[in-house]
C-alpha cells in the first residue's frame, strides 16, 4: 500500500473543508492560529513514517494531554482511580456543570474537564513536584526532551477560565477535589498548554499501540491491561460529545483537542495525527475527522 499517495489524496480531498468551522477562540491564544495549518502524520509500529503538510509545526494539544495525565494516574495508582471518576461517555459537553452536580461530583470520564481536574488532583497528590514530574514522563514517552508548556497559552486560559473554576469549585463542593481549587487548575491549565506537532505525537502514541512498551526501549508505561483500558476509553469518550460519530466513522480509539489536533492508535499496528485548527459545534477539528475517516477506509485499517 502506498500510504504517502494516501495522506497526498486525503490533503486534496479535504482542502474544501477550510473555512468551515471555527477556531477555539474561547482561549484567546489559540485565535491566533493560522487557519489553514495542516498537518497528517503516521507512524507503524514496525518503523515507517509518512508525513504531510505542516506535520512538524507544534501546536496546542489541549485535551490530547489529558491521555498523557491518565496514563500518569493509572501507571501510578491503578484501577483505584476509578473510585472518583466513572468510565462512561458522558453524553453531554466537555465542561457541563450540570450532570456533574447531577451525579455528585463523580465525573463521568477523565477526559471530560471535570474528569481530568480530578485526575490533576490525584496526580498533585501522589507527586513531590508535579509540573516537572508530568513534563518528565511526556519526555520520556515521545523521547523528546524539549517537548514543553506554552506559558503564553496558560496564562491566557487562566484569563478566562470561569467554567473550569466552576467545575473544580463544584467537585471540591462535593469532596472530590482534595487540593485548593487554584493549585489544581494551574496544574490543569500546564496540561492542557502542552505543545506538540503531528511527527510527535503519533511517534508518542505508538506506545499505546503497543501495549504500554515504549517502542525501542525496554520502558513499559502501563501493563497490556492498563493499556487495554486506557485505549477502551479514548474509544468511548476520546471526542466530546462526539465519540459515537468518531467510531462510526473513523472506527479508532483516539483523542481530540480544542487546538485543532486529533490522535488515534491501532494497536498493534500504527498510530496517526492530524492538525487542523477549525472546528465544528462539538470541539472536534472538522478537516481533522473527515482526514481520519478517509484514511481508514483508503486504507481498510479500522479496528471494526
Ligand atoms: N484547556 C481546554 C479547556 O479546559 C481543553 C479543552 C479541550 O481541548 O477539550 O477548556
Not at 134 to 148: A, Y
Not at 226 to 235: E, G, I, S, V, W
Request: charged residues 20%; proline residues 3%; aromatic residues 10%.
Amino acid at each position: 500500500m502506498n500510504y504517502q499517495k494516501i495522506l497526498e489524496e486525503i490533503t486534496t480531498q479535504t482542502n474544501h473543508l477550510q473555512e468551515k468551522g471555527k477556531i477555539a477562540s474561547y482561549i484567546p491564544e489559540l485565535a491566533k492560529v493560522s487557519r489553514d495549518s495542516f498537518g497528517i502524520s503516521l507512524h507503524f509500529l514496525r518503523g515507517d513514517h509518512y508525513w504531510i503538510g505542516d506535520a512538524d509545526k507544534r501546536f496546542s494539544i489541549q485535551s490530547i494531554a489529558k491521555v498523557f495525565s491518565l496514563s500518569m494516574a493509572i501507571g501510578l495508582l491503578g484501577e483505584k482511580i476509578f473510585q472518583r471518576v466513572g468510565v462512561e461517555p458522558s453524553g453531554t459537553a466537555f465542561n457541563s456543570l450540570l450532570q456533574l452536580d447531577y451525579e455528585r461530583g463523580i465525573p463521568r470520564n477523565p477526559f471530560i474537564n471535570a474528569g481530568a481536574l480530578v485526575i490533576m488532583d490525584i496526580l498533585f497528590s501522589e507527586l513531590k513536584h508535579p509540573k516537572q514530574a508530568l513534563l518528565d514522563f511526556v519526555r520520556k514517552l515521545s523521547g523528546n526532551s524539549d517537548i514543553d508548556f506554552n506559558q503564553a497559552v496558560v496564562t491566557s486560559e487562566k484569563s478566562q477560565g470561569f467554567r473550569n473554576t466552576a467545575l473544580a469549585n463544584l467537585l471540591k463542593s462535593h469532596r472530590n477535589l482534595n487540593n485548593e481549587v487554584e493549585e489544581i487548575l494551574d496544574f490543569y491549565f500546564h496540561l492542557c498548554s502542552i505543545e506538540m506537532s503531528c511527527n510527535e505525537l503519533s511517534h508518542t502514541f505508538l506506545g499505546f499501540a503497543n501495549h504500554g512498551k515504549i517502542p525501542g526501549s525496554d520502558e513499559q508505561i502501563l501493563s497490556t491491561s492498563q493499556t487495554k483500558r486506557l485505549n477502551a476509553l479514548m474509544q468511548t469518550c476520546g471526542f466530546y460529545d462526539e465519540a459515537g460519530e468518531f467510531s462510526f466513522t473513523v472506527g479508532l480509539p483516539g483523542k481530540s483537542g480544542v487546538g485543532g489536533g486529533i490522535v488515534a492508535v491501532y494497536p498493534e499496528k500504527f498510530s496517526i495525527s492530524v492538525w487542523s485548527p477549525e472546528l465544528n459545534e462539538k470541539g472536534n477539528s472538522i478537516r481533522g475527522m473527515k482526514t481520519l475517516e478517509l484514511f481508514t477506509t483508503k486504507s481498510k485499517l479500522s479496528v471494526f
